[in-house]
């Protein structure tokens, strides 16, 4: 049984072109003209791209004393709903807990995927056991892993540990990856605006200026150079940070940073609203910024010194978020967004002008799929690669709402935005999700998909790091020894 899509424009992060696509056995077998097939999708008026690939989820995480409330299931799901094919979601040992045993919870999880999934492993500790089991993650083709900086008491790892875990990554291949907030200073302000009464969800925007990120990333970018692993900046939300990780990139540094689609629309007078609940439903670390921070991390996707657009999504209902009514540092923090990632950054990047075609396609699929080594497998059309296909529809729009969307959650943080943009088809290796809005998903259809270490980035890097390493001075008569 071939599938084609035909009389379709295909937008790719370099090209845009005419041409149908042939698909079987979940893979694309032909491009060309004139194709025919056994079903055929009509994409006239439409542009055929990659899925959207999200590398950064938390879906059913135990967080805050709570899980987050969309599972496998559902996050698969409005993923899919908007034309994302492809989740990297984050296996979150707790502190104590070894990476395998983590894994194993995350396998039991995931088995209700409806798309294609992999994960990052999450470093919350460090021991030796981290340290040997850290090749056996590798292995399973689990090959980026994420530090917190902040959060502190729970999952945050000092300096020293980064560092550790940062040279094990570079003899692994592997990429690291860094959640960039200075814990401590982040600890101190929240302890003293509780003090003084600030106890509102604003009081979560006051406790995490946008200096304590700009100062993590310097610090973990620092830290990377030194160990030479590239590094991958989560939730990238202010020009602080955005500035450490240019500068870096002109320095030749192997550093990427990630908006989210919730930092790039949605400001941070969200949290100064009247009303506990709104504000509340938008907390999340990093807070959402004002008009000077949205403007660099536009700027950023456009010029390339930012590489991918994300949504963190990490959904809690508001009876999850009223934990913190009274101390705000009790609001479990996350936000929703999955359904919402491409038909918002449409809207708001490729109509405005301030992206184009390719760079939406690069920023939401390619950039994601060869930064986490797994191109072109998954973010291309190309012979060959799974068809995880979404054929767009430029002029079809609809209005965010939570009564309509697949998110377990009461609420969606883009409630009334229109967006303009939205999946006609959405293809998970070559089976149709998403019919014109109607989802014909199939839970446990989504498998795990193993990526690769010693990406060439990290070949590069390593090679550079290796001829500019500190030599002895050979000295006559010196032996080179110690006597
Ligand atoms: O507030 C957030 N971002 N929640 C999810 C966990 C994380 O820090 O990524
Ligand atoms: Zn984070
Ligand atoms: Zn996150
Ligand atoms: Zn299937």
Not at 203 to 216: D, I, K, L, M, N
Not at 418 to 443: A, C, H, I, K, W
Not at 458 to 464: D, E, F, I, P, T
Request: aromatic share 8%; glycine share 10%.
């Amino acid at each position: 049984m071939t599938t084609v899509i035909k009389n379709g424009t295909i937008v790719t992060h370099d090209l845009t072109y005419k041409a149908d696509i042939r698909i079987d056995g979940g893979k694309i077998l032909e491009i060309g003209p004139n194709l025919s097939g056994d079903t055929e999708l009509d994409a006239t008026g439409a542009y055929v791209m990659p899925g959207g690939i999200d590398p950064h989820t938390h879906l059913e995480m135990p967080f805050m004393g709570t899980y987050s409330s969309d599972d496998f299931e559902s996050g698969t799901r409005a993923a899919l709903s908007g034309g994302t094919t492809m989740v990297i979601d984050f296996a979150l040992p707790s502190p104590g807990q070894g990476l395998l045993d983590a894994l194993k919870m995350w396998d039991n999880k995931s088995g209700r995927a409806h798309c294609d999934y992999s994960y990052h492993m999450a470093v919350t500790w460090w021991s030796q056991q981290v340290f040997d089991e850290m090749p056996d993650v590798v292995a399973r083709g689990i090959t980026s892993f994420k530090h917190f900086l902040a959060y502190k008491g729970a999952l945050m790892v000092n300096d020293d540990e980064l560092f550790a875990s940062f040279q094990r990554l570079r003899e692994l291949g592997a990429i690291a990856m860094v959640h960039a907030e200075n814990g401590d200073v982040v600890a101190e302000l929240s302890a003293r605006l509780l003090a003084q009464g600030n106890t509102g969800p604003e009081a979560h925007a006051y406790s995490r200026p946008t200096q304590v990120e700009g100062e993590a990333t310097n610090r973990a970018i620092m830290i990377a150079d030194m160990a030479g692993v590239p590094l991958y900046v989560v939730h990238t939300s202010c020009e602080e940070s955005h500035e450490a990780i240019r500068r870096a990139r002109q320095a030749g540094k192997r550093v990427w940073g990630e908006p989210l689609i919730q930092h790039l629309t949605l400001d941070e007078s969200e949290y100064f609203n009247p009303d506990w609940d709104h504000a509340a439903r938008r907390v999340m670390s990093p807070p959402f910024r004002n008009k000077t921070h949205q403007d660099s991390l536009w700027n950023g996707l456009a010029s390339g010194s930012l590489s991918v657009v994300a949504t963190d999504h990490c959904a809690f209902s508001t009876e999850q978020k009223r934990y913190g009514l009274g101390d705000f540092t009790k609001i479990p923090n996350g936000t929703g967004g999955l359904e919402d990632r491409m038909p918002m950054l449409w809207t708001y990047g490729v109509r405005t002008g301030r992206l184009t075609m390719n760079e939406f396609v690069a920023v939401t699929s390619t950039n994601v799929a060869k930064i986490f080594g797994m191109y072109p497998r998954k973010g291309a059309v190309a012979v060959g690669a799974d068809a995880d296909l979404v054929v767009w529809d430029p002029e079809k729009s609809k209005t965010i709402t939570a009564s309509a969307q697949a998110s377990n959650i009461d609420y969606n943080v883009f409630e009334g935005h229109e967006v303009t943009g939205l999946p006609r088809y959405v293809l998970s290796r070559g089976r149709v999700m998403v019919n014109d809005g109607s989802f014909d998903g199939q839970e446990g259809h989504g498998r795990f998909v193993a990526r690769d270490a010693n990406g060439p980035v990290s070949q590069a890097l390593s090679a550079w790091k290796d001829l500019t390493a500190p030599r002895p001075v050979v000295r006559a008569g010196i032996p080179a020894t110690g006597v």
